[in-house]
């Protein structure tokens, strides 16, 4: 939803809806508000339909001494731009650590939790009605994730969980895998938190495509990665069954984990939405077949 192409955004979020998604998942920093102001505009031609919008905050360190102020000049302008007065989830965007810039655009465990940190101030534009639920990126430090999930002030993850990394939700050997989550999905849904999984097929390695144009800019899942996954990936298409991609693998493995609430995928054209909805259809992977592609998974160094 960064480009140009508003038709084709129209009909991809279209084929969306009558597939029955309900979740949009959108940034302030994606295509620097493009996605927002995409998915406005072609909800506003859809007749405004009843979806659920999840947008997020990052603040720079500049802000971190006015995270009040930041947090409600980001927030209204992803509302303007969605053409919404509210939307359902707000994430805090950073990376979350023991101190700041531990990692690139993380901020400290304190500049969240401290009075009239990062945390009061998006509690407070729950309190304005400008957001109905807060939730965090886990991608920092898991200490310090649970650290501010244990608040019982926030209400929902989202944390990279795939194939290829599976550490969120189960035990993992060492030195496989880039950064262990340390099984933060099932410590999360003890305390009643919702789990929303990402990067579900590694950036696209998992669907042997070409790294994006954001792969080869991000600080955050760097393009060595992606390499590194995409030759992990091209090893386990021979482990797979006769007729089943990667893409579908990668899918139907995540959804047979029940602590996962929903998984957001980038849906850039019809074909897209087809297939998750053929993923979901056809349900989790059998457990053998799950296992097995697993072990082969995790065996890569």
Same mark, same amino acid.
């Given at each position: 939803?960064?480009? =140009?192409? %508003?038709?084709?955004? +129209?009909?991809?979020?279209?084929?969306?809806?009558?597939?029955?998604?309900?979740?949009? =998942?959108? !940034?302030?920093?994606y295509?620097?508000?493009k996605? /927002?102001?995409?998915?406005? #505009?072609?909800?506003?031609?859809?007749?405004?339909?009843?979806?659920?919008?999840?947008?997020?905050?990052?603040l !720079?360190? /500049?802000?971190?001494?006015? *995270?009040?102020? !930041?947090?409600?000049?980001?927030?209204?302008?992803?509302?303007?731009?969605?053409?919404?007065?509210?939307? =359902?989830? @707000? &994430?805090?965007?950073?990376? #979350?650590? *023991?101190?700041?810039?531990?990692?690139?655009?993380?901020?400290?465990?304190? /500049?969240? @939790?401290?009075?009239?940190?990062?945390?009061?101030?998006?509690?407070?534009?729950?309190e304005?009605? @400008?957001?109905?639920?807060?939730?965090?990126?886990?991608t920092g430090?898991? /200490?310090?994730?649970?650290?501010? +999930?244990?608040?019982?002030?926030?209400?929902?993850?989202?944390?990279?969980?795939?194939? +290829?990394? *599976?550490?969120?939700?189960?035990?993992?050997?060492?030195?496989?895998?880039?950064?262990? &989550?340390?099984? %933060?999905?099932?410590?999360?849904?003890?305390?009643?938190?919702?789990?929303?999984?990402? $990067?579900?097929?590694?950036?696209? !390695?998992?669907a042997?495509?070409?790294?994006?144009?954001?792969?080869?800019?991000?600080? &955050?899942f760097?393009?060595?990665?992606?390499?590194?996954?995409?030759?992990?990936?091209?090893?386990?298409? %021979?482990?797979?069954?006769?007729?089943?991609?990667?893409?579908?693998?990668?899918?139907?493995?995540?959804?047979?984990?029940?602590?996962?609430?929903?998984? @957001?995928?980038?849906?850039?054209?019809q074909?897209?939405?087809?297939?998750?909805? $053929?993923?979901?259809?056809?349900?989790?992977?059998?457990?053998?077949?799950?296992?097995? #592609?697993? %072990?082969?998974? +995790?065996?890569?160094?």
């Amino acid at each position: 939803m960064t480009g =140009d192409n %508003q038709n084709q955004q +129209l009909l991809v979020l279209e084929a969306a809806l009558r597939a029955g998604i309900s979740w949009l =998942d959108t !940034a302030a920093g994606y295509g620097a508000g493009k996605s /927002e102001e995409a998915i406005g #505009i072609a909800l506003q031609k859809l007749g405004h339909p009843a979806v659920n919008i999840a947008t997020k905050v990052r603040l !720079a360190p /500049e802000q971190l001494n006015k *995270p009040l102020e !930041a947090v409600r000049d980001s927030v209204f302008a992803s509302l303007k731009r969605l053409k919404r007065s509210s939307c =359902d989830l @707000l &994430y805090l965007h950073n990376a #979350i650590t *023991p101190a700041t810039a531990d990692i690139a655009a993380s901020v400290g465990l304190n /500049e969240v @939790l401290k009075p009239h940190g990062i945390l009061d101030a998006m509690l407070q534009m729950r309190e304005e009605g @400008l957001v109905k639920h807060l939730a965090i990126t886990a991608t920092g430090v898991p /200490e310090c994730n649970l650290a501010v +999930l244990e608040t019982g002030k926030v209400h929902a993850m989202q944390i990279p969980f795939h194939l +290829l990394n *599976p550490s969120a939700a189960i035990k993992v050997p060492d030195g496989v895998v880039e950064m262990d &989550y340390q099984m %933060q999905i099932p410590r999360a849904r003890a305390m009643g938190v919702r789990v929303f999984a990402i $990067r579900v097929l590694a950036g696209g !390695a998992l669907a042997m495509q070409p790294p994006s144009a954001h792969t080869l800019t991000t600080p &955050y899942f760097p393009l060595a990665l992606f390499q590194k996954d995409c030759e992990r990936a091209g090893k386990l298409l %021979q482990h797979l069954p006769k007729g089943m991609s990667l893409p579908e693998a990668a899918i139907r493995f995540v959804l047979g984990f029940p602590e996962v609430d929903c998984v @957001l995928l980038g849906l850039g054209n019809q074909t897209d939405v087809e297939t998750l909805g $053929r993923c979901n259809l056809a349900g989790p992977l059998q457990e053998g077949l799950q296992k097995g #592609i697993l %072990q082969q998974a +995790l065996n890569q160094s």
